[in-house]
Structures are given as C-alpha cells and as structure tokens.
C-alpha cells in the first residue's frame, strides 16, 4: 500500500475549476425571493417607533412578531436575538427582514423605513465581565514571594477579519411542512438546532444541506446560525423560497472577528530564572457572549505556550461592548495569547541581558512534562529537532548576529507555539458525542455519511483517502457528498482541528470493519461513536487535566526589512516545520501551512480594523489589507512526521496550527530591525513609526 501522504488531486478540482460548483448564490431551481436585512443606525439605543411605508404586492415584512419559538440564536448562552424586539447592542444588530422578488424594489422600501430611537451611551471599554475563569499550576504563591524582581509587559491585539471569497449566504424553501435551508456553512447541526429552536419544531422539520463554500475560517462556524434563523422564519411565514446573500461591505461591517484582547503578563524572577507567572486576559466578545467563553478557555490554557512553567496563575474575562459580536476565528483564542507569550519571553530575556534562544530553550516543553493544567504531555515532543531544522533552512543564527547591528532595519524572528487538537476537555465526550456512518451499496460503491464540511481545506479528498486506503479500493469507488442532515448523523462541527483526528479517525475505524464485515453486491452500513480515552480526565470547572487529547507543534521563521522612509514592512522569508504526526495528504496540507502563516503574518503587521462609535470603519478590501500574492514572500515548509497513536495513519490536528506562529514571528522581526520592544498588533508603519522616535528599546 502506498504511503498515505503521497499526494492526489483533490477530488473537487474539476468541478470548482470548470465552474460547475454551485455556491449558494448560484442556484437558480426555484423562483427565489431576495430578502434584505433591516439594521440598526446606533450602537446603543431603545427602539420608540418604526414607521414602514405600505408594501406593494408580493412583498413582506418579517421581525421577532413572526418567531413560533424564543427569540434567540441557540449557541451556548441565550443571549443573542434573532431580532432585536426594542433594545439595541450594536451598530447594524437586524432588526427585520424585507422581501420581495426585486432587489431594487426591497432597496427603496428600505429608505423609507423611519425608525425612531432613544439613544444610548454605549460602552467600548473592559468593563462589563460576563465570564471569569481563574486556575493555577504549581506554587505560584511561594513563586512571587521575595523574587529578586517581577517583570511585567502589556500587549494588545486587535481585530481580524477572516475576509472569505464568498460572503455570508443562505436559501431557504418548504418541502411540505418541513423547512429546508441550503447555505455556506460549517456547522450543519449547528444550523438545524438553532432553527429548530426558534420554529419550535421538531427534527422531521428541518433540513440543513451544504453547499459548496468559498472560504470560512471559523467565520462561518455561528454566524450562519442566526441568518439561518431569519429566513427559515420568513421561509415559514411566506411560504415561498427565498435567498439572503450579503454583499462583501454588509459582510465586513457586521459578522464576527476575531476577539481584540488586552493582555497583561507578569514573571517572578530568582537567579535568573523564571519561577512563576501570573496571566491577565481580558476579551473583547461584543455585544453578545455567542463563543466567547470556548475561546476564552483556549486562549487562557495557551498561557505558557511551547514552554513548561512550573508555576502559574491565570485570569481571563469576557467583556461585552456595544460593538460587532465576535467569535470563532481559526486559532480561537490561542493566536493572542501565544503572540503575547512569545513576545514576553524574548522581552524577560533582554531585560536580564541573557540570550533569548538559550532562555527560551530552557523551558521549552518535554515529553512528560505537565501542562499548563496539569495534564501531561504523554507523546513525543521533537521541537528540538524542528527548531534546528527551521534555524538551518533561514539561516536564523547569522542573521540574528548580523541584524544586531544598528540602523540595518532588517530583522528576523523565530516562533515556537502547539495547538490543542479537538475540543476542550470533554467537550467531544460530553457535548459532541460525535457518530460516523459508512454504507457500501450494491455496487460496491462505499459512501461517507458525516457531517464534516469541506470549505476549502481539502477534506473530501482526505477522508476519501483514508477509506480507499483502508479498503484497498480505488478512490473513485469512495462517495463523499456535501452533508445534508436528512442523510448524514452528526459528527460534529467543523472546527477545532478535529476533522481529521476525531471524524477521521472514526471513519478509519468504521471502514476496517466494513473490511471485515465486507460481502461483495451486498448493502452494509456501519456506524462509529466516538469514546473518549480513558486516560483524558478533565475538571471542566476547575482547568485542572488534559485540555486536549494532542498536541500539534510548530516553529515559524519569518524575515523583514522596514523602510526608513515609510516604515512599511516587506517580509522578505518564511520558514516552517510542522508536526502535525502525520500528513493524510502532503500537498494538501503543505498548502494548508502556508496559507495559514499568510494569515497570521498578517495578523501580526497588516491587517488593521478599527471602529468608530461602535462602526466598523474597515469595510471593504480596499481599507482593510490582507497580503496579497505582491505580499507574500518565498515560503518552505517542513512537515516532520512524528505519529499520533489514536490518529488516522497517526494524523493530528493541522488546520489551526499553521495560523498562530505568524504573527510572533512577524513581529519579532521588527522588533529587531527598529530595536524597539514590539506590544501590540498588528504593527502598521503608524506604530513602528511612533515607536522608532518615542518608543523604548
């Protein structure tokens, strides 16, 4: 058998390239409706009145009036509604649905909406915590008694936009009594329960199918729940089908970011060395909780990094503002943490006067070593080996030494970080449960029957692999449609870097026993749950554990020079080992990898949102800037397999890990080209600027 990682074309090329892929604005079976979403002008207020001219024939209003069940989007907290009934939380909260067959038409209604408010002061700042979570490791009491000093840094992260190729999109239609809901999306139960929730009716009534998605990153995680809602309420009251498609500037100015954070860490020194540190993390949620907790948690277990310390003690608050909800985004939660905990290491380190390697060599994480919560890293950890292969591929040591010098404005930096794999704690044993199906036909023909979404990543192609494999079969003789909850059981979300280790490893699992249960032109259905292993045991309440299953690990090397005139950044190189255990496809996930430190380089110098008074100010891709093929610099990349026991051929999580170094990495280096403490980001030539004339070094 050949070596699962030897690369095939993914199995959707053809259809996406030729153009026969259907995105959800694409089709054109039923005479659709459009439908236009109805938001609020303030970032806080009281809805007084609403003033709706006479609609033309054919046309409607729907609002919270026509909910059957609570009005809420069904997430985690009930917080959310579907449409605000009288009180307002941000700029752009929806607050009805027109529809009608003429988009012209829907906008002129639109204009003539007069919708009076009393306005509101609303409150941007960490004020209002909504969420505390407290846990500690170790000693950390006697830690910060008597140090010879405590060292203590800020950093600040700001938003990111996860800017797919296809905006927010959904359509919606009767079958029957049931409503049946097609959409770019990640989550398909997701999507079903929250409708569920807000038509109060049961499974039989709601249908939930994919379609082909143009890009997510975590953006299309929630979000598509509560669009999903709206028009499933107003597929419900018109009864006729209907599309709500934002447009690009609709999609930048109100879906979800990723959650700025303000960061505050604190080291107790003795002979040099660290004893202890304290974590501060406060989220900036928005105006609703949605995810924010699970992200919170994330953030707040990546505390110590690639690093073992023996004490620690770490807070984290959600706060809610009068701002765009925020929530999932690839990484969630681990990318402003690892950037502020890389960040600090090196600053400890200058501070002292010591080598910052040596330093960060001597706490890197090994094998039996406990986590940030208690739990063990039982696997083989071969950062060492990555890091020197990463140092010999950038020549990282020579240039450190070189850029040392003053006024070169060239700098290299070096990020270490791991990945969490799965869902936190028992969160795929006791809120996920996930079930897996493989039914063989007559014709020998095997389908994969899961919910696991393929937006891009490749994971049509891989789990058709990993059971052509397994079954000795062609991959041709694999089926792998788009999921649709009348046929597929729920497998779980599409997130958290558990598609492949967790809904792959299932239907590895199912697949050998179809192999053992295989009788030729006959059907056969086979179904896999999943168990938690045994030796996972997690106090959800108290962090105390393994958070995680695995640990995916990583190093990044990024290169830059800064202009002396403008400030701008050029990244000049990137260098990347990964451990991932073990890739299903190489090219697949070689791809992965470097899209994801595109991403996170631009996270870390380029990508600025802002808003003002509560309103996104960077709305379009002309004002907010992510790099481009012009931005992106010579990249290699190295993936070291080092196999993971439970994985499928040893798989573990890959999607996330290739995003968090980026920024670090980006960020180090221009630190060293300005020889100027880098806090915050992204770095902009605004910031380097300021901090190259009244910044510190």
Same mark, same amino acid.
């Given at each position: 058998?050949?070596?699962? #990682?030897?690369?095939?074309?993914?199995?959707?090329? $053809?259809?996406?390239?030729?153009?026969?892929?259907?995105?959800?604005?694409?089709?054109?079976?039923?005479?659709?409706?459009?439908?236009?979403?109805?938001? #609020?002008?303030?970032? =806080?207020?009281?809805?007084?009145?609403?003033? =709706?001219?006479?609609?033309?024939?054919?046309?409607? +209003?729907?609002?919270?009036?026509?909910?059957?069940?609570?009005?809420?989007?069904?997430?985690?907290?009930?917080?959310?509604?579907?449409?605000?009934? #009288?009180?307002?939380?941000?700029?752009?909260?929806?607050?009805?649905?027109?529809?009608?067959?003429?988009?012209?038409?829907?906008?002129?209604?639109?204009?003539?909406?007069?919708?009076?408010?009393?306005?509101?002061?609303?409150?941007?700042?960490?004020?209002?915590?909504?969420?505390?979570?407290?846990?500690?490791?170790? $000693?950390?009491?006697?830690?910060?008694?008597?140090?010879?000093?405590?060292?203590?840094?800020?950093?600040?992260?700001?938003?990111?936009?996860?800017?797919?190729?296809?905006?927010?999109?959904?359509?919606?239609?009767?079958?029957?009594?049931?409503?049946?809901?097609?959409?770019?999306?990640?989550?398909?139960?997701?999507?079903?329960?929250?409708?569920?929730?807000?038509?109060?009716?049961?499974?039989?009534?709601?249908?939930?199918?994919?379609?082909?998605?143009?890009?997510?990153?975590?953006?299309?995680?929630?979000?598509?729940?509560?669009?999903?809602?709206?028009?499933?309420?107003?597929?419900?009251?018109?009864?006729?089908?209907?599309?709500?498609?934002?447009?690009?500037?609709?999609?930048?100015?109100?879906?979800?970011?990723?959650?700025?954070?303000?960061?505050?860490?604190?080291?107790?020194?003795?002979?040099?060395?660290?004893?202890?540190?304290?974590?501060?993390?406060?989220?900036?949620?928005?105006?609703?909780?949605?995810?924010?907790?699970?992200?919170?948690?994330?953030?707040?277990?990546?505390?110590?990094?690639?690093?073992?310390?023996?004490?620690?003690?770490?807070?984290?608050?959600?706060?809610?503002?009068?701002?765009?909800?925020?929530?999932?985004?690839?990484?969630? @939660?681990?990318?402003?943490?690892?950037?502020?905990?890389?960040?600090?290491?090196?600053?400890?380190?200058?501070?002292?006067?010591?080598?910052?390697?040596?330093?960060?060599?001597?706490?890197?994480?090994?094998? =039996?070593?406990?986590?940030?919560?208690?739990?063990?890293?039982?696997?083989?950890?071969?950062?060492?080996?990555?890091?020197?292969?990463?140092?010999?591929?950038?020549?990282?040591?020579?240039?450190?030494?070189?850029?040392?010098?003053?006024?070169?404005?060239?700098?290299?930096?070096?990020?270490?970080?791991?990945h969490g794999c799965g869902f936190t704690g028992s969160g795929e044993s006791k809120h996920i449960?996930?079930?897996?199906?493989?039914?063989?036909?007559?014709?020998?023909?095997?389908?994969?029957?899961?919910?696991?979404?393929?937006?891009?990543?490749?994971? =049509?192609?891989?789990?058709?692999?990993?059971?052509?494999?397994?079954?000795?079969?062609?991959?041709?003789?694999?089926?792998?449609?788009?999921?649709?909850?009348?046929?597929?059981?729920?497998?779980?979300?599409?997130?958290?870097?558990?598609?492949?280790?967790?809904?792959?490893?299932?239907?590895?699992?199912?697949?050998?026993?179809?192999?053992?249960?295989?009788?030729?032109?006959?059907?056969?259905?086979?179904?896999?749950?999943?168990?938690?292993?045994?030796?996972?045991?997690?106090?959800?309440?108290?962090?105390?554990?393994?958070?995680?299953?695995?640990?995916?690990?990583?190093?990044?090397?990024?290169?830059?020079?800064?202009?002396?005139?403008?400030?701008?950044?050029?990244?000049?190189? #990137?260098?990347?080992?990964? $451990?991932?255990?073990?890739?299903?496809?190489?090219?697949?996930?070689?791809?992965?990898?470097?899209?994801?430190?595109?991403?996170?380089?631009? +996270? @870390?110098?380029?990508?600025?949102?802002?808003?003002?008074?509560?309103?996104?100010?960077?709305?379009?891709?002309? $004002?907010?800037?992510?790099?481009?093929?012009?931005?992106?610099?010579?990249?290699?990349?190295?993936?070291?397999?080092?196999?993971?026991?439970?994985?499928?051929?040893?798989?573990?999580?890959?999607?996330?890990?290739?995003?968090?170094?980026?920024?670090?990495?980006?960020?180090?280096?221009?630190?060293?080209?300005?020889?100027?403490?880098?806090?915050?980001?992204?770095?902009?030539?605004?910031?380097?600027?300021?901090?190259?004339?009244? @910044?510190?070094?």
């Amino acid at each position: 058998m050949a070596d699962i #990682s030897v690369s095939v074309n993914k199995v959707d090329n $053809d259809e996406k390239v030729s153009g026969r892929a259907l995105y959800v604005n694409d089709f054109l079976d039923k005479d659709y409706l459009y439908a236009k979403t109805i938001r #609020s002008k303030h970032a =806080k207020a009281v809805i007084k009145s609403i003033t =709706k001219p006479k609609l033309p024939k054919g046309y409607y +209003y729907v609002d919270y009036h026509d909910i059957p069940g609570k009005n809420f989007v069904k997430i985690i907290t009930e917080d959310m509604p579907v449409f605000v009934e #009288s009180e307002i939380n941000y700029y752009g909260e929806p607050i009805m649905l027109v529809v009608g067959p003429d988009n012209n038409v829907i906008k002129k209604i639109e204009a003539e909406i007069v919708v009076e408010y009393d306005i509101l002061e609303p409150l941007f700042e960490y004020k209002n915590s909504v969420i505390h979570y407290h846990f500690t490791k170790g $000693d950390i009491k006697k830690a910060f008694d008597n140090p010879d000093k405590i060292i203590g840094y800020d950093y600040d992260t700001g938003y990111q936009e996860q800017l797919y190729i296809e905006p927010q999109g959904i359509l919606g239609y009767n079958e029957g009594d049931k409503v049946t809901l097609v959409g770019s999306i990640q989550c398909p139960y997701y999507v079903k329960n929250a409708v569920m929730s807000i038509l109060d009716t049961g499974e039989d009534d709601v249908r939930v199918i994919q379609s082909v998605v143009g890009g997510a990153f975590g953006g299309k995680e929630e979000f598509p729940s509560l669009t999903a809602c709206q028009l499933a309420v107003a597929v419900h009251k018109i009864k006729q089908p209907i599309k709500l498609i934002y447009d690009r500037e609709e999609d930048m100015e109100v879906t979800t970011k990723r959650h700025p954070s303000k960061i505050r860490l604190e080291a107790a020194i003795k002979n040099n060395e660290i004893v202890g540190i304290k974590s501060i993390v406060g989220l900036d949620a928005g105006a609703y909780i949605g995810l924010s907790g699970v992200v919170l948690s994330r953030a707040l277990i990546a505390s110590s990094g690639a690093y073992t310390i023996d004490s620690l003690e770490v807070d984290g608050d959600v706060f809610i503002t009068n701002t765009v909800p925020n929530g999932a985004f690839r990484g969630f @939660g681990a990318p402003q943490m690892l950037f502020a905990i890389e960040m600090f290491i090196h600053h400890i380190a200058k501070d002292l006067k010591l080598d910052p390697l040596e330093m960060r060599l001597k706490y890197l994480a090994k094998q =039996k070593d406990q986590t940030s919560t208690q739990g063990m890293f039982r696997d083989p950890i071969i950062m060492n080996d990555m890091i020197t292969k990463a140092m010999d591929m950038s020549n990282y040591k020579e240039k450190i030494e070189q850029y040392q010098k003053k006024d070169v404005y060239k700098g290299i930096g070096m990020s270490w970080f791991l990945h969490g794999c799965g869902f936190t704690g028992s969160g795929e044993s006791k809120h996920i449960n996930a079930v897996v199906k493989l039914k063989k036909d007559v014709e020998n023909k095997v389908h994969i029957l899961i919910a696991a979404v393929d937006m891009g990543q490749g994971v =049509k192609t891989t789990m058709k692999k990993i059971v052509s494999n397994v079954l000795d079969i062609p991959i041709d003789d694999v089926i792998y449609n788009n999921p649709d909850t009348d046929f597929v059981p729920d497998s779980g979300p599409t997130v958290a870097s558990r598609t492949i280790m967790i809904v792959g490893g299932l239907v590895a699992r199912a697949a050998l026993e179809l192999k053992n249960k295989w009788v030729a032109d006959t059907e056969l259905i086979v179904t896999e749950r999943y168990v938690q292993p045994k030796y996972i045991k997690w106090d959800e309440e108290h962090f105390i554990g393994d958070a995680y299953p695995a640990y995916s690990w990583g190093v990044n090397i990024v290169e830059v020079e800064v202009s002396k005139v403008t400030y701008q950044v050029n990244v000049v190189g #990137s260098w990347s080992v990964y $451990d991932v255990g073990k890739a299903i496809d190489e090219r697949i996930i070689i791809g992965q990898a470097d899209g994801g430190q595109l991403q996170g380089i631009g +996270y @870390g110098y380029l990508e600025l949102m802002r808003h003002k008074d509560g309103r996104i100010e960077h709305k379009n891709v002309t $004002d907010y800037i992510i790099p481009t093929s012009v931005d992106t610099p010579p990249m290699e990349t190295v993936l070291m397999d080092n196999p993971y026991p439970l994985g499928p051929y040893g798989a573990k999580g890959a999607g996330e890990l290739t995003l968090v170094g980026g920024a670090p990495a980006v960020a180090l280096a221009i630190e060293q080209a300005i020889n100027r403490k880098v806090n915050s980001i992204p770095m902009t030539p605004e910031k380097i600027m300021e901090l190259v004339h009244y @910044g510190k070094d």
